[in-house]
Structure formats: C-alpha cells, structure tokens
C-alpha cells in the first residue's frame, strides 16, 4: 500500500481571527500547517500534497519540508481537497485527508487509520465518543428532547480512503456542493465507513481558546 496525505490548508481561519491564514499561525513557534504533515509523514505516510490559499504559497512553501508538494485550494474545503486530489501521483493505493487545524494529532492515530486500510476498509475515520449530555433546543433555546448519546461519536481527521474509492466519490459529488469532511462524501454514494480510535490532542484549533489549550498542550 502507498498512502499519499492530503492536507487541507487553505482556510483563512475567521473564527481564530489571526492576522494571517489559520495554517501559518505559530504553535510554540512553529506554524499550525507544519505540525500537521510532520503527524503525516511520523504516522507511515509515504508522500505529502497541502492544499494553500493561492496568495499565500511562498508563505506555505517556506514553512514545510522539501518534498511537500503545494497545491492551490478552492474557496470550500471541498473544493480545496477536490483540487489537490486531482494532483496526486501515479502511484498512491492510499489517501489520508488531514485538516492543517489539527496540529496535535498524534502520529498514532495516523498508523490506526492506516492499518484499517491496510485490512480492507474502504473508508475510515477516528472518533471520540460523546461524553457530555446532549439535548435538542427549540428557537427559544428551552430544552425539548434529550439524545442518547450511546451511538453518537464525533469525527475528526485523518480520514483514510482506498484511492479510488475517494476520487469516485468527489466524481459523483455536484460541483458547488460543499461537505464538512470526506467520510460525508464517500458515505452520500454508499461506502461504509469504518471507525477507528481518535485522540482528545486531535481537537481542531477553531477559536482563540482552542489555541491556547494547544499551547499548554506543548507546553507540558
Ligand atoms: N480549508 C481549506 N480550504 C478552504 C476552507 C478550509 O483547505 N477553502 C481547511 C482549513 O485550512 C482547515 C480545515 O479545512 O485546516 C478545516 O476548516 P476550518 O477549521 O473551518 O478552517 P477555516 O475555514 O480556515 O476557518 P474558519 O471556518 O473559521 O474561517
Ligand atoms: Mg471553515
């Protein structure tokens, strides 16, 4: 099996609200966008392509290592995975899709999603469970139904996909749909997805306190 990684890195990061793409902002002074393909390439990937906003290339460039190939990425997320798979290489089996927000993820997570692949699984996903109580609201905010939350799990990134799988999948999806992550796109023509162990340190840097909890994170 050759894997190739996906990083999607062209967001400009409204809700952090930094003076820069969200990618590109320091974590213990190294950018977000770095510490997420070194998880890639720690985690057994073969080959890294980063989808950048198009202004900002050099600024990517500079920041990753030799080998990393840039791609420009497109105004949704989907569109910015859309464009850097139609650039990846001849030889990949594998593609692991990873948002650049997700600096801390543990490389063994990467080996988790890879080693379900490896088994036959089409699609996979990490997952946490849900531990805090969860409820539906009105518009009034008052509290009408409770959810079990047993079967609940919340998704994260790496997503791993067989190659061929995922491009067929982006193939059938419309052109300005937009999916707030790939398992979404393979599971709307029909393929299972899998699930494997996530990683609290995976969280996605949003918000400004997410941020700073990465930093404590390092830090310890
Ligand atoms: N992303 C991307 N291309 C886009 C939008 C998002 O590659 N057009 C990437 C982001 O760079 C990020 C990941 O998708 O690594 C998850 O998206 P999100 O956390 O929403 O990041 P942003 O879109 O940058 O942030 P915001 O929504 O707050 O503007
Ligand atoms: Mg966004």
């Known amino acids: ?57 050099d600024a990517f460039a500079a920041v990753l290592p030799g080998g990393v190939r840039l791609v420009e990425g497109g105004v949704t997320r989907t569109a910015s995975v859309r464009a850097a798979l139609a650039r990846v290489s001849g030889e990949a089996t594998a593609l692991l899709v990873h948002d650049a927000a997700r600096p801390l993820t543990p490389p ?40 079990p939350r047993a079967p609940l ?8 996909f067989a190659r061929r799988v995922l491009v067929e999948a982006y193939d059938a999806l419309p052109g300005g749909a937009e999916l707030t992550d790939d398992a979404a796109v393979v599971r709307a023509v029909g393929i299972p997805v899998r699930t494997v162990a996530g990683d609290e340190r995976a969280a996605k840097v949003t918000v400004p306190h997410d941020l700073a909890l990465a930093e404590l994170l390092v830090a310890r």
Not at 18 to 34: W, Y
């Open 153 to 160: 799990r919340r998704v994260q990134t790496p997503q791993g």
């Open 1 to 57: 099996m050759s894997a190739v990684g996906i990083v999607a890195a062209a967001g400009s990061g409204l809700r952090l609200g930094a003076d820069r793409p969200k990618a590109l902002v320091p974590l213990a002074g190294r950018p977000l966008v770095a510490w997420s393909v070194q998880t890639l390439l720690d985690g057994g990937v073969d080959e890294v392509l980063v989808a950048v906003p198009t202004a900002d290339h």
């Open 108 to 147: 063994a997570v990467v080996t988790r999603v890879l080693d379900a692949l490896r088994s036959g699984a089409p699609a996979v996903v990490p997952v946490l469970p849900v531990v805090d109580t969860t409820v539906v609201v009105d518009e009034a905010g008052t509290v009408t139904d409770a959810v």
